[in-house]
């Protein structure tokens, strides 16, 4: 199996929190991707095989959601929310700045496949657009500027 013996410690200790052993299943995903990058079909194989369950569930949820991933990924994720409100305060501005000074191509990955720029649909708060994923955390009411440097300031 690949999932880890501390991975698979977290899950266990993820498991005990919910009255239903699936409640957990999104903790774990974030637990194994957050170690191997991505949830290839081995690592669901080894999910469904804690959560009593069948590899295909596993894979419906990470199909179903746009922070996992089933291939691996860019080490960084930058994701620029471009529902209506951001937009009119400037999102796909800030998107088309943010594409040309990473120089991503359509794929939305950098050359070195170090950061990979997409955008959103919502992040949810709309009253502090426009808003900014970079992996798990959230920037509010940002211009070009200070996106461009918070992209700069990745490891």
């Known amino acids: 199996m690949v999932i880890s013996a501390d991975a698979r410690a977290r899950i266990d200790a993820e498991i005990a929190k919910y009255p239903r052993k699936r409640g957990a299943l999104l903790p774990a995903l974030h637990i194994v991707q957050g170690e191997l990058g991505h949830i290839s079909v081995e690592t669901a194989r080894g999910l469904a095989e804690i959560f009593e369950i069948k590899p295909i569930e596993v894979l419906e949820v990470v199909s179903f959601y746009n922070m996992f991933f089933a291939v691996p990924q860019a080490k960084h994720h930058v994701y620029v929310c471009t529902n209506l409100p951001c937009s009119l305060r400037g999102a796909r501005g800030l998107y088309a700045e943010l594409k040309s000074h ?22 949810g708060a709309c009253a502090y657009a426009p808003m900014l ?23």
Do not use: M, P
């Open 102 to 123: 990473l120089g991503v191509d359509d794929s939305g990955d950098t050359a070195d496949g170090r950061v990979h720029l997409g955008h959103e649909e919502c992040l």
């Open 133 to 155: 994923r970079i992996d798990d955390t959230y920037h509010e009411d940002l211009d070009a500027a200070q996106a461009k440097a918070l992209v700069d300031a990745l490891e």
